[in-house]
């Protein structure tokens, strides 16, 4: 047989009569020879579903795996939201609470291990009502032993009327289900450092002790380390009982020693309500209490009219030096009066120049850091 294409008359229909005859191809037009075998051809169809199935197989087989993972509970992780629970809430001043909150699924040791290890880190809080997300960070682990204290995480939080969050958590009752996700890691303090100075506004108290417990309990050889806080607040009832350490912020104003009146609330209010501290302040007596001359803590308070002025910062900017850091974490007015505000780049908050005080006093952007 000629090895010419073969086309058979069902394949051809001729056109009406009176045109021109024209025969055109009804079927599509397949090329085939007499020698050419046909059997390839099926095994390539049956190779070719049986790619697909196996495809399809594990596609289905990684779905149910992701929707069996997005209906159980699950350990704190960075890319899903985790299951805790409100165990606790403690009344700090009018403003302010600290919540505890325990997980359904314990975590890994590790998970809190680490981020404690390498500096200031936070998790995020969902808001189911609207779906948003804020961050907050977490307090260390107290000093004294509490059960469950290595699994649960503890926040101070301060009640913003605007705030969708905030609102949220302060309104919900002991008992009640909260989205978190973490840790997302914030600054990690540099192994080198062994000097900290830490400026805080309200509740950024919150960071500074998360940097005092990175160096002091735990990471380990770290013996030399300290940090000095100064803790910056509106009123005295968040930091109710706390005495400075530094004679320059227990200075009296002018206007009291003029009118010769009292040392000033800071020292009075101590004096008279020592059985009454507040949270903050007895957690910050005692990691005094446990590393004497590592960490120093002084108290500013606004209703009192007593300020971080240039004349303090520069005193305690007197030993600083190449393995020194110095932190700011508060409000953004907070922060753009002592070292100039952050900015937006990208999408996202950046550093920024630095300003205001520490620009005066002519310190290396190097060796700070805004949170």
């Not at 697909?52 to 069996?68: E, I, K, M, P």
């Not at 190449?322 to 900015?343: M, R, V």
């Amino acid at each position: 047989m000629s090895h010419r294409n073969v086309l058979c008359s069902r394949c051809l229909i001729k056109t009406r009569p009176g045109h021109r005859s024209v025969f055109r191809l009804t079927q599509p037009y397949k090329l085939k020879y007499s020698t050419q075998p046909a059997r390839p051809i099926v095994r390539r169809k049956w190779r070719d579903v049986t790619v697909s199935l196996a495809f399809g197989f594990v596609a289905f087989t990684a779905y149910a795996a992701y929707r069996n993972h997005e209906q159980t509970p699950n350990s704190i992780n960075p890319i899903n939201f985790s299951d805790y629970v409100l165990v606790q809430k403690q009344s700090v001043s009018t403003t302010s609470s600290i919540f505890t909150l325990s997980p359904i699924e314990p975590p890994t040791d590790s998970v809190y291990y680490e981020a404690w290890k390498r500096g200031i880190w936070s998790v995020e809080f969902k808001q189911p009502q609207l779906q948003i997300a804020r961050a907050y960070t977490p307090l260390p682990p107290t000093l004294r032993p509490v059960a469950n204290d290595a699994e649960d995480l503890r926040f101070l939080i301060r009640k913003d009327p605007e705030g969708e969050v905030s609102s949220y958590l302060h309104n919900i009752p002991k008992g009640s289900g909260i989205d978190v996700r973490g840790p997302n890691l914030e600054y990690e303090i540099p192994q080198r450092v062994r000097k900290v100075l830490f400026l805080a506004g309200g509740t950024g108290i919150a960071p500074a002790l998360q940097a005092a417990y990175c160096l002091l309990e735990a990471r380990e050889g770290m013996e030399e380390t300290k940090i000095h806080i100064l803790w910056a607040g509106r009123r005295r009832e968040d930091c109710l009982g706390g005495i400075s350490d530094n004679s320059l912020a227990r200075q009296s104003p002018w206007w009291k020693t003029l009118f010769n009146w009292s040392s000033g609330p800071a020292t009075t209010n101590a004096t008279k309500e020592i059985g009454r501290r507040s949270l903050i302040v007895q957690e910050l007596d005692a990691l005094k209490a446990k590393h004497p001359g590592r960490i120093s803590i002084d108290y500013f308070v606004d209703e009192e009219r007593s300020f971080i002025t240039d004349k303090i910062l520069q005193a305690c900017l007197a030993k600083h030096d190449h393995d020194s850091q110095i932190l700011l974490s508060g409000p953004d007015g907070f922060i753009s009066c002592l070292a100039g505000p952050k900015t937006w780049s990208n999408g996202r908050k950046a550093q920024g120049h630095i300003g205001g005080a520490l620009q005066r006093l002519e310190v290396n952007a190097k060796d700070v850091w805004k949170l």
